[in-house]
Nanobody, 123 residues
Framework: QVQLVESGGGLVQPGGSLKLSCAVF????????WGWYRQAPGNQRELVAT???????NYAASVKGRFTISRDNAKNTLFLQMNSLKPEDTAVYYC?????????????????WGQGTQVTVSS
């Protein structure tokens, strides 16, 4: 079991920065990919950024060059540095961990989710 607890959300003006944190608890040795997703009101949850245990990163086109995902293994924490924030970045941001050894009944990798943290970009 893996527990994910996000923090660091808040209200920021356009052009500003925020750094989200995701503390990881439990047994995470089967996790092969960490990520951040977001969901704005009325929209589906979308991928923001991922990082594999090997260090490969992937970003949504809308955040590439502005956001950076990283992980501090010693502190068991995942981060998302968000710069040059725009109003369209407003959403609830969720931490995600994908299990590389467990699949659901439809053959999809089992995933863990945090409770989410609100990010609001507004003047």
């Amino acid at each position: 079991q893996v527990q994910l607890v996000e923090s660091g959300g808040g209200l920021v003006q356009p052009g500003g920065s925020l750094k989200l944190s995701c503390a990881v608890f439990g047994s995470y040795f089967s996790i092969n990919r960490w990520g951040w997703y977001r969901q704005a009101p009325g929209n589906q949850r979308e991928l923001v950024a991922t990082v594999t245990v090997g260090g490969s990163t992937n970003y949504a086109a809308s955040v590439k060059g502005r956001f950076t995902i990283s992980r501090d293994n010693a502190k068991n924490t995942l981060f998302l540095q968000m710069n040059s924030l725009k109003p369209e970045d407003t959403a609830v941001y969720y931490c995600n961990a994908r299990d590389g050894t467990t699949w659901d009944s439809e053959g999809r990798p089992f995933e863990y989710w945090g409770q989410g943290t609100q990010v609001t970009v507004s003047s």
